[in-house]
């Protein structure tokens, strides 16, 4: 049973990623761009998540909180990144 | 497929089975989201699923997988954690969606940001009270 639910979680988390990536690549803004990145990130997360309960092995799970910290510093900067460059022409 | 005639082993295979593809069916909602909504704001609200109940779905069926006990409190601090930066970030792109009009006005239903930006800007030249600065703002 373990085969198929793998099997089944691979291909939804391939289209899920494909997705991802397809707005990543078409985003109309910067910020569509950083949350497509984010959700690219988790889909990364769930992979590892599975991976782990397939096998029987806890090895990924400092990866996961890894991963979790570098998307929160990512989107954190770049949004801090955008505000304050968009802002610029419209206070001078 | 009747749970009483499975073992209690099967039982829990079958659990953190379900878990495992509702979990990664969060991940395709998301994409779908991504793909399908309109602007900035309502692809935020697809985006948080697999950050949040489905890593939580995924991560109870990693510990329902692992059958010991010492991984559930490494897994909940995962989890934790995850609860803990998914709203700043969140915040932080909203807030950066807004400033710099990445959003439709005419989709949303309440704006209830508006009127504080608007109390703040006529705000900043005045010194008089609140009575005072409303009347004299016409």
């Known amino acids: 049973m373990m085969q198929i639910v793998l099997t089944v979680t691979a291909v939804v988390l391939s289209l ?7 707005r990543i690549a078409r985003g109309p803004s910067l910020l569509d761009r950083v949350l497509a990145a984010d959700v690219l990130l988790a889909i990364v997360g769930a992979a590892l998540c599975i991976d782990m309960a397939v096998n029987r092995h806890l090895n990924n799970l400092m990866l996961l909180v890894a991963v979790s910290l570098i998307g929160f510093v990512g989107s954190v900067t770049v949004a801090r990144f955008v505000a ?3 802002e610029l022409p419209r206070e001078s | 497929m009747n749970p009483e ?7 829990i295979d079958a659990v953190s089975a379900v ?3 509702v979990g990664a069916l969060m991940s395709l909602a998301a994409a779908v989201g991504l793909l399908r909504f309109p602007d900035l704001m309502t692809r935020m609200h697809a985006a948080t699923k697999p950050q949040v109940l489905g890593l939580f779905l995924l991560l ?6 692992m059958r010991t006990w010492w991984v559930w409190p490494v897994l909940v601090v995962a989890w934790i954690f995850q609860l803990l930066t ?23 239903s309440t704006d209830e940001l508006e009127a504080v930006v608007q109390q703040a800007a006529g705000k900043s030249g005045f010194t008089e009270d609140d009575g005072d600065a409303a009347a004299g703002r016409r």
């Open chain 2, 5 to 11: 005639t499975f073992s209690g082993d099967a039982v």
């Open chain 2, 60 to 65: 109870f069926a990693l510990g329902l997988q």
């Open chain 1, 16 to 22: 899920a990623a494909g997705g991802a990536i397809i």
């Open chain 2, 19 to 21: 878990f495992m593809v």
């Open chain 1, 84 to 86: 304050d460059r968009r």
């Open chain 2, 86 to 108: 998914v709203p700043v970030s969140a915040h932080m792109v909203g807030r950066a969606g807004y400033r710099t009009k990445h959003l439709h006005p005419e989709l949303l």
